[in-house]
């Protein structure tokens, strides 16, 4: 599902991550830790690529994740893009950090993200 949004909403889950307190960081950030074998604080491409097939993912679905993953194009994924990923789901049924966020989007508060906003 990550994969396929519209890069605005990518940037959204981003910022999401980031100011995220969700329970479940500790478990991704446990997960995040065992795979940077580096302790890089990121994980190379080739990491998570190996990874992913090794998980029985395909190569071409891996290298799609793997290019939703990296926003910043550094051929690294760091934690906030893993994070992001990964929370994507449980917080768009959060209808509170949902509304968090379009608040933080709306300046104007008249319902609706312009490119004013």
Partial sequence: ?????????????LMIAHQ??????FELRALF???DTRNRGSLSMADLRQVLTASG????TAERVIHALDRN???EIGWTEFTAAAICVSVCRNTRV???VFGTFDTDQDG???ADD
């Fill in 1 to 13: 599902a990550y994969m396929r949004m519209s890069e605005l909403k990518k940037a959204i889950f």
């Fill in 20 to 25: 995220c307190e969700v329970q479940a960081v």
């Fill in 33 to 35: 830790t065992h795979f």
């Fill in 57 to 60: 993912m395909g190569p071409l």
């Fill in 73 to 75: 194009s550094d051929a």
């Fill in 98 to 100: 949902v509304d968090a």
């Fill in 112 to 114: 609706k993200i312009t």
